[in-house]
């Protein structure tokens, strides 16, 4: 079975933060370097869309994590994590993160991204014109990079699409290039 047929079998073909059955999409949780069916979830467009587009959130929208919030499985609790505290200023997503355990592996996983940070925490990726670079971007590689661990060469010109950004370290971001999982360093990319 594919990932995102074993992701249906698990969610009984419903999207695993709201309920919904239109329009499902296998969600890889960034970073997607933890892959696969436990790094993965399934979710409707209207989830997706305002997972990638914080500026779009309608916070009712999101009541829907009263129930997934408590999922068993890891990558749902994540996103729902995330996706309280982005909207925690509405004070009931705070009642709710008080409510949920992640351990400590799991919690890690969720604060990748920065959400759930204070502004000032934030570290901040640029590209080399100096452009912030937010998960979910793409990038151009601006020379050729040799790949680390392998005889790959990425070519200068190569687009990089849906970047995870490496929280710890504003100098790395990560994504996939001829189907292989990457670190490219942020002074040799261009935003596209
Ligand atoms: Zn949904």
Do not use: F
Not at 48 to 63: A, F, K, T
Not at 102 to 116: F, M
Request: a negative charge; aromatic letters at 4%.
């Amino acid at each position: 079975m594919t990932v995102l047929e074993q992701l249906q079998e698990r969610s009984g073909n419903t999207c695993e933060l709201c309920g919904s059955t239109e329009k499902l999409m296998m969600y890889e949780v960034p970073p997607v370097s933890t892959g696969g069916v436990d790094g993965s979830l399934l979710a409707c467009n209207t989830c997706l869309h305002q997972i990638d587009n914080p500026d779009g959130v309608d916070p009712n929208h999101w009541r829907c994590l009263n129930d997934s919030m408590w999922s068993e499985h890891d990558a749902v609790k994540v996103v729902a994590w995330r996706m309280l505290n982005r909207l925690k200023s509405e004070g009931w997503p705070q009642d709710l993160l008080g409510m949920m355990y992640l351990d400590d592996a799991t919690l890690e996983w969720a604060k990748a991204t920065g959400d759930g940070q204070d502004e000032s925490e934030k570290v901040v990726h640029r590209d080399v014109n100096g452009n912030i670079l937010e998960n979910g971007d793409s990038v151009v590689l601006v020379k050729d990079l040799k790949v680390k661990g392998s005889s790959m060469v990425a070519k200068q010109g190569t687009a990089v699409r849906r970047i995870s950004l490496d929280h710890e370290n504003a100098e790395y971001i990560e994504g996939k290039v001829d189907g292989q999982h990457i670190v490219l360093v942020t002074k040799y990319v261009k935003k596209i």
